[in-house]
């Protein structure tokens, strides 16, 4: 598995590609991997991380960030 680097992203925005975000306030409820399991994955601390891909739309982003208990999931530009 392959994690979104800021580099990445980076090169996602200038191809005019959003990606998701997750913050520091994650608290690791896995609610984001149960709804997106292509989108994220937990890390060894138990909190959500993105992973690496080439577009994120239609993956149920917008359901997750719903979800998301604490609001920590955002999209970027
Ligand atoms: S739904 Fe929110 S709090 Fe739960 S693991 Fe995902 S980002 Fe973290």
Same mark, same amino acid.
């Given at each position: 598995?392959?994690?979104?680097?800021?580099?990445?992203?980076?090169? $996602? %925005?200038?191809?005019?590609?959003? /990606?998701?975000?997750? #913050?520091?306030?994650?608290?690791?409820?896995?609610?984001?991997?149960?709804?997106?399991?292509?989108?994220?994955?937990?890390?060894?601390?138990? $909190? %959500?991380?993105?992973?690496?891909? /080439?577009?994120?739309? #239609?993956?149920?982003?917008?359901?997750?960030?719903?979800?998301?208990?604490?609001?920590?999931?955002?999209?970027?530009?």
């Amino acid at each position: 598995m392959w994690l979104l680097s800021e580099e990445q992203r980076k090169k $996602l %925005s200038e191809s005019g590609v959003r /990606s998701p975000h997750v #913050n520091e306030t994650c608290i690791g409820c896995s609610a984001c991997v149960a709804i997106c399991p292509d989108v994220y994955d937990l890390d060894d601390n138990g $909190l %959500s991380v993105v992973k690496e891909l /080439s577009n994120y739309e #239609n993956l149920s982003v917008d359901d997750s960030i719903q979800a998301c208990p604490v609001n920590a999931i955002s999209w970027k530009n």
